[in-house]
């Protein structure tokens, strides 16, 4: 099956500073790569995907890059806010696994003011 | 309505209650999913359902029992837990199959504690 590894498992920065965040996956099948915030006593919510089409996709503050080749990929956070801190799921979805997703171990973002 | 709601929020429950979890969207999702979610650790699939019948259980122990009364709900029977249940139980839904709408959408979770 899938694996999917995420790292750093902690990142603390200033605020003002970039953050990124990096994960890879074992199944090459795979072709989409959603990242999830997670607040305090809140589900996780969709923040940015990507599917393996594309290369770049970015919305605003936020962007995630994808690299098929080496199997890997990355949330890049520009101008962090303390309202940014949260943890941080990658996870990834094979081809033909209808729309099950498995999810990286998680990053807990803190932003210094 | 772009929400997954979750009742109720918190929960404890002694090992010999039998309780009941419950889920509701109204985005027209065909697919659901039961979580589970430790402290510091990504969320743990239990169940999924497609099309209102269970197409997956991740061999989850028989006192949780989910069940889907339509396509809108999603409960998640408990009894005779073990304190080692405690946790953050978290629903989801999505379009079932790969397409233009794929991701998830989490409610905020019931916070669980087996006493």
């Known amino acids: 099956g899938e694996n999917v590894e995420q790292h750093p498992s902690t990142l603390s920065v200033q605020e003002g500073d970039s953050a990124v965040i990096k994960c890879t996956y074992s199944?090459?099948?795979?072709?989409?790569f959603p990242w999830y915030k997670q607040e305090l006593g809140k589900g996780p919510q969709l923040i940015i995907d990507i599917r393996s089409n594309v290369g770049e996709k970015k919305d605003q503050r936020i962007a995630v890059t994808l690299n098929k080749t080496a199997k890997h990929f990355s949330l890049h956070i520009t101008e962090t806010q303390p309202e940014d801190s949260a943890v941080y799921f990658c996870a990834a979805r094979k081809n033909n696994a209808g729309n099950m997703l498995t999810f990286g171990g998680g990053t807990r973002l803190m932003v210094k003011p | 309505d772009t929400e997954v709601t979750q009742t109720p929020k918190h929960l404890v429950m002694g090992m010999t209650n039998k309780k009941s979890l419950k889920c509701e969207q109204h985005m027209g999702h065909r697919a659901m999913y039961w979580y589970k979610q430790k402290a510091k650790k990504p969320p743990e699939l239990m169940f999924v359902?497609?099309?209102?019948?269970?197409?997956i259980n991740e061999s989850v122990p028989s006192r949780f029992s989910p069940e889907c009364p339509n396509s809108s709900l999603l409960n998640l029977h408990l009894h005779a837990l073990q304190p080692e249940d405690s946790a953050l139980y978290l629903c989801?839904?999505?379009?079932?199959?790969?397409?233009?709408?794929?991701?998830?959408?989490f409610g905020s979770g019931t916070r669980l504690t087996v006493v």
């Open positions: 359902y497609s099309y209102e019948k269970l197409s």
């Open positions: 989801a839904s999505s379009q079932p199959r790969q397409g233009a709408a794929d991701g998830y959408t």
């Open positions: 199944d090459s099948a795979s072709n989409y």
